[in-house]
């Protein structure tokens, strides 16, 4: 009923940048936030950066400066724009929509895309 497609992630040497979208599609009612949240190796999930719908971006305090999350609203897009890549960057980013469905307009729930790894290393 709901997609989450996610572009981009690699390979990127220290210092780099990376840009990753993420489109909702299906039978969305009403989306309430969309983002970023970010996995690395033998750690928690944890928020990299989200944007509930009117409001301001929530960003991770250490991310703060160095990433920058947009939302196109008529496209129900995410992007994502990773600017001076650390080794400690490298994790799997999955996206997030908390959004309802035209069959339950007044239940929001979390979806999620399948993850896109994002490697940081010389």
């Known amino acids: 009923q709901v997609q989450l497609v996610e572009v981009g992630g690699g390979l990127v040497q220290p210092g780099g940048s990376l840009r990753l979208s993420c489109a909702a599609s299906?039978?969305?009612?009403?989306?309430?936030?969309m983002g970023w949240y970010r996995q690395a190796p033998g750690k928690q999930r944890e928020l990299v950066a989200s944007i509930p719908s009117g409001r301001t971006t929530n960003y991770a305090d250490s991310l703060k400066g160095r990433f920058t999350l947009s939302r196109d609203y008529a496209k129900n897009t995410v992007y994502l724009q990773m600017n001076n890549l650390k080794p400690e960057d490298t994790a799997v980013y999955y996206c997030?929509?908390?959004?309802?469905?035209?069959?339950?307009?007044?239940?929001?729930?979390?979806?999620w895309g399948q993850g896109t790894q994002v490697t940081v290393s010389s």
């Open positions: 997030n929509a908390v959004l309802s469905l035209y069959s339950a307009p007044n239940t929001l729930r979390d979806y």
């Open positions: 299906g039978s969305i009612f009403s989306i309430n936030a």
